[in-house]
DNA sequence: GCAGCGGTTTATAACGTTTCACAAGAGTCT
DNA sequence: AGACTCTTGTGAAACGTTATAAACCGCTGC
C-alpha cells in the first residue's frame, strides 16, 4: 500500500494466488492463457515493480557484474569499459563502472559494498593491489579479474608493459636521444613501475648509460601532474634539461606537452615527448602525440569473459590464467625526427 | 556451509542467538564487551559477509544511487560524476556509474534494472526523454533528477544551453562571420536543439540574416562524427564553404577540427571553430579550441544535492526545481582574429 | 465406478536480515 | 523479602520472492 506493491498485491487484486503471479513472471507457458493475462493487467494496473533484493536473496546470482576503475576521467580506462559492456551485454548481464579515483580508501569501500551486493563478479585495476579484499573476494566466491595489471592469485588481462616502456625508449634512443626523463608515478602502480623498467631496459639492450635517464615520480597520473611536470622540465636550465621525456600515460604527456610548449620549448625540437595508451585525444593535441598503444577494448572485452567464465564453473576447479597483450608504437610529431635532430 | 556463511553460522559458533549477532552489527553499545568480541572473532574467523539483499528486503534502502550517462567517452559526463560522487561521499552513499551510450535500449535496461533494485534515487542525461519510465519511476516512489537535461516532470540541472548557443554565434558573427555552419546532433537531443536555438537568436539580435546559417545534423556527439563533418566542409569549394563552425560539443570539434586542418584547412584563418562543453582536452588541442565553458561540477554536485533531498522528504510533498547554471565562453586560438581576418 | 491422466493452480517452506516485545539475572531501594 | 530498575540476551515475526510438492478438475479408458 505505502511502499511499492509487491506480488502479494498482485494476486489478491487479480484473484489467484501468489504462486501463480510468480509463475506468470517465471514460467509463462505453464499458465492457462486468461489468467496470463488477468494477471499481466493487475500487474499494469498497480505499478508492480519486481523486488529485485528479494529475488535474490531466495535464488539466483544478480546478473551483475562491477568495473572498478582507477579514473574515469581517463579515455583510455572508459574505452576498456567499452569492451567490458560489449561482453557483458552479449551474456545478459549489466555492468557497475566504479570510480575509485586512485583513492584507496574508495577502492576498498566499493570492494566491501559490491561484496556485499553479491555482484557475480568485480573486475578491477586496482590502487592498491595490496589491498586483503582483492584475495579475501575470491577465496569466499565472488570472483576477482585483474584489468591492466597483474597479479599471480587472480585472472589478469594486460599489456606487456616492460615492453612498452622498451619500445618507447629504444624509439627515443635510437632518435639519437640518451637524457630521457621518464615521467610518471606513483611507482606503487604496477603498470608505472613496469613501464619503468622497460626504459631502463631498452637503455642496456641499446648500450646506453642508464644514469643518463631521470625519473620524475608524480602523484598521479593525470592532466594537472603532466603540467606540472612540464613546468619543472622547462625551469630546468639548457644544459640540465632532458632533450626527451617518457610519459607513463597520455594525461600526463597531454600536461606536460600543453605547458611545455606553453613555457616557451619547442616540441620535439627542445624535447621530444612519448605518451603511452594512444588515447583518442593524443592524435589531436597541439603537437600530435608519439603513443604506445594498447587494443583498449580488446582488454575489457577479454577480461570481461575471463571474470564470466571463471563466475559459470565457480565450484569446478578453476585455473587462473594470464592473458598478456602485445603494445604496439604509434610514432606522431611530438618525437619526429626533423633534419635539425642531429643523430648522436 | 557450501554458500557464504549467514549471521545464524555465526550465532551458532559464537554460542550466541541471532539477535545477538545482529545487535554486534547494528547497535554495539548495546551488547556487554565480552560477547562483543567473541561474536567479532567469529565473524572474521568464517568470513563472514552481511547480505546487502537480505539487509534491504528487510529493512531500509539501498544507500546507493545511480548516474546514467549519455556517453562515458566524453570527459564532460565523467567531470559530471566527480561532482556527483562528492556530494554521495558527503552523505555516505555509494554511485554507481552507468553508461548508456546513446542507447535508448540500453538507457531503458538500466532505468528497469535500478528500479528493481531499489536505488535511493536516479540521475539521468537521457538520451531519450521520452521514455515513460522517466514519469513512471518517481510516481513509484524512485526520484529522478535531470542533469544536463530539463523536463517540467522532474527536478533538474542545466546550464542554460540558448544562451550558450547565442554566446558561442555572437562572438563568431562579431568576428564578422556570416556564413556559419551549425554542427551537431541528434536533434532530438534537448542540449543541441537549444543551442542551435541560441545560435537562431544570435543571428536575430544582431541582425544578420539567418539563411546564411548551415545545419549539420550528426548521428551522435563523438570525435568519429566530428570527423566526418570536417570532411564534408573541407569537401566543399571555397565559396560555399562555411567560415565558421559552432559544435555542439567538443568531440565534434575536436575531431572536426583535426580533419579539417589534415585536409589542408587553416584554423581560424579558413575556418574558425567553436567548440561547447571546455572539456580538459580543448586547451590541449592542435589548435587550442574556444569553448563555451560550463560548470561541471557544480553541476553534479547540485543535481545530487538536490536528489538525495527529494529522496529524504519522499513523502512529503516535494516541488520540483529548475536550477540553471550560466554558460561562459572561453576565447582561444580556433577562433581567434588575426590581423589579415577582414572585418566585415 | 475407479485409477490415471494432463493441465492448472495452490499452499508452504525456504532465503538472511532487522526489529521488537519480552525473559533472565543482577543490583538497589524500601 | 519483595518490588523496582537496568543491563543483556533471546525468540519470533516480518520483508518479497522462488521452488517444490501437493491438490484440484474434468476426462479417458478399462
Do not use: W
Given at each position: 500500500?505505502?511502499?511499492?506493491?509487491?506480488?502479494?498485491?498482485?494476486?489478491?487484486?487479480?484473484?489467484?494466488?501468489?504462486?501463480?503471479?510468480?509463475?506468470?513472471?517465471?514460467?509463462?507457458?505453464?499458465?492457462?492463457?486468461?489468467?496470463?493475462?488477468?494477471?499481466?493487467?493487475?500487474?499494469?494496473?498497480?505499478?508492480?515493480?519486481?523486488?529485485?533484493?528479494?529475488?535474490?536473496?531466495?535464488?539466483?546470482?544478480?546478473?551483475?557484474?562491477?568495473?572498478?576503475?582507477?579514473?574515469?576521467?581517463?579515455?583510455?580506462?572508459?574505452?576498456?569499459?567499452?569492451?567490458?559492456?560489449?561482453?557483458?551485454?552479449?551474456?545478459?548481464?549489466?555492468?557497475?563502472?566504479?570510480?575509485?579515483?586512485?583513492?584507496?580508501?574508495?577502492?576498498?569501500?566499493?570492494?566491501?559494498?559490491?561484496?556485499?551486493?553479491?555482484?557475480?563478479?568485480?573486475?578491477?585495476?586496482?590502487?592498491?593491489?595490496?589491498?586483503?579484499?582483492?584475495?579475501?573476494?575470491?577465496?569466499?566466491?565472488?570472483?576477482?579479474?585483474?584489468?591492466?595489471?597483474?597479479?599471480?592469485?587472480?585472472?589478469?588481462?594486460?599489456?606487456?608493459?616492460?615492453?612498452?616502456?622498451?619500445?618507447?625508449?629504444?624509439?627515443?634512443?635510437?632518435?639519437?636521444?640518451?637524457?630521457?626523463?621518464?615521467v610518471?608515478?606513483?611507482?606503487?602502480?604496477?603498470?608505472?613501475?613496469?613501464?619503468?623498467?622497460?626504459?631502463?631496459?631498452?637503455?642496456?639492450?641499446?648500450?646506453?648509460?642508464?644514469?643518463?635517464?631521470?625519473?620524475?615520480?608524480?602523484?598521479?597520473l593525470?592532466?594537472?601532474?603532466g603540467?606540472?611536470?612540464?613546468?619543472?622540465?622547462?625551469?630546468?636550465?639548457?644544459?640540465?634539461?632532458?632533450?626527451?621525456?617518457?610519459c607513463?600515460n597520455?594525461m600526463l604527456a597531454?600536461?606536460l606537452?600543453?605547458?611545455?610548449?606553453?613555457?616557451?620549448?619547442?616540441?620535439?625540437?627542445?624535447?621530444?615527448?612519448?605518451?603511452?595508451?594512444?588515447?583518442?585525444?593524443?592524435?589531436?593535441?597541439?603537437?600530435?602525440?608519439?603513443?604506445?598503444?594498447?587494443?583498449?577494448?580488446?582488454?575489457?572485452?577479454?577480461?570481461?569473459?575471463?571474470?564470466?567464465?571463471?563466475?559459470?564453473?565457480?565450484?569446478?576447479?578453476?585455473?587462473?590464467?594470464?592473458?598478456?597483450?602485445?603494445?604496439?608504437?604509434?610514432?606522431?610529431?611530438?618525437?619526429?625526427?626533423?633534419?635539425?635532430?642531429?643523430?648522436?
Amino acid at each position: 500500500m505505502a511502499g511499492s506493491p509487491s506480488m502479494k498485491d498482485v494476486a489478491a487484486y487479480a484473484r489467484v494466488s501468489l504462486g501463480t503471479v510468480s509463475n506468470v513472471l517465471n514460467r509463462p507457458e505453464v499458465v492457462a492463457e486468461a489468467t496470463r493475462k488477468r494477471v499481466l493487467a493487475a500487474i499494469a494496473e498497480l505499478g508492480f515493480v519486481r523486488n529485485e533484493s528479494a529475488r535474490q536473496l531466495r535464488g539466483g546470482g544478480s546478473r551483475t557484474l562491477a568495473f572498478v576503475v582507477l579514473d574515469t576521467g581517463n579515455p583510455f580506462f572508459t574505452d576498456v569499459a567499452q569492451g567490458v559492456q560489449e561482453a557483458a551485454d552479449a551474456v545478459g548481464l549489466s555492468v557497475f563502472l566504479c570510480d575509485s579515483g586512485q583513492d584507496r580508501r574508495r577502492q576498498s569501500a566499493y570492494l566491501d559494498l559490491l561484496e556485499q551486493q553479491r555482484v557475480e563478479g568485480v573486475l578491477i585495476t586496482p590502487v592498491d593491489s595490496g589491498d586483503e579484499r582483492l584475495t579475501l573476494l575470491p577465496r569466499r566466491g565472488t570472483p576477482v579479474v585483474m584489468v591492466d595489471a597483474h597479479s599471480p592469485d587472480h585472472c589478469s588481462v594486460y599489456v606487456d608493459d616492460v615492453a612498452g616502456g622498451e619500445l618507447a625508449a629504444t624509439h627515443l634512443l635510437e632518435g639519437g636521444h640518451r637524457h630521457i626523463a621518464f615521467v610518471g608515478g606513483p611507482l606503487s602502480l604496477s603498470q608505472v613501475a613496469d613501464r619503468l623498467t622497460g626504459v631502463r631496459e631498452a637503455y642496456a639492450h641499446f648500450g646506453a648509460d642508464v644514469d643518463d635517464l631521470v625519473v620524475l615520480e608524480t602523484a598521479a597520473l593525470d592532466i594537472m601532474e603532466g603540467r606540472r611536470a612540464g613546468a619543472r622540465l622547462a625551469g630546468l636550465p639548457g644544459r640540465r634539461r632532458p632533450t626527451a621525456v617518457c610519459c607513463a600515460n597520455d594525461m600526463l604527456a597531454l600536461g606536460l606537452l600543453q605547458e611545455a610548449v606553453r613555457l616557451g620549448l619547442r616540441v620535439p625540437e627542445d624535447l621530444a615527448i612519448v605518451g603511452y595508451d594512444d588515447i583518442v585525444f593524443a592524435e589531436a593535441a597541439a603537437v600530435p602525440l608519439t603513443s604506445v598503444a594498447q587494443p583498449r577494448q580488446l582488454i575489457g572485452r577479454t577480461a570481461a569473459e575471463m571474470l564470466i567464465a571463471e563466475a559459470r564453473d565457480r565450484d569446478a576447479g578453476h585455473e587462473h590464467r594470464q592473458v598478456v597483450l602485445a603494445p604496439e608504437l604509434v610514432v606522431r610529431a611530438s618525437s619526429r625526427l626533423r633534419p635539425l635532430d642531429g643523430v648522436a
